[in-house]
């Protein structure tokens, strides 16, 4: 961006299908694409663990 009053943007990737069958299209998506999170399998078992009943 050589022009400083340029705006930045962001582009979704191309989707397949329509309404609530709309996704992105896997070929369209790269590494630079979604998001690194390897912490989620433990903070799914804390939540899931927050969540079940307790005997009393």
């Known amino acids: 961006m050589s022009?400083?009053?340029?705006k930045a943007t962001s582009n979704a990737p191309?989707?397949?299908g329509e309404?609530?069958?709309?996704r992105y299209?896997?070929?369209d998506l790269s590494s630079e694409d979604g998001t690194e999170?390897?912490?989620a399998a433990e903070l799914w078992k804390q939540e899931q663990a927050?969540?079940?009943p307790r005997d009393a």
Do not use: I, V, Y
């Open 19 to 22: 309404g609530c069958l709309s």
């Open 37 to 39: 999170f390897p912490g």
């Open 3 to 6: 022009d400083p009053r340029e």
């Open 25 to 27: 299209d896997p070929d």
């Open 50 to 52: 927050k969540s079940e």
């Open 14 to 16: 191309a989707t397949l």
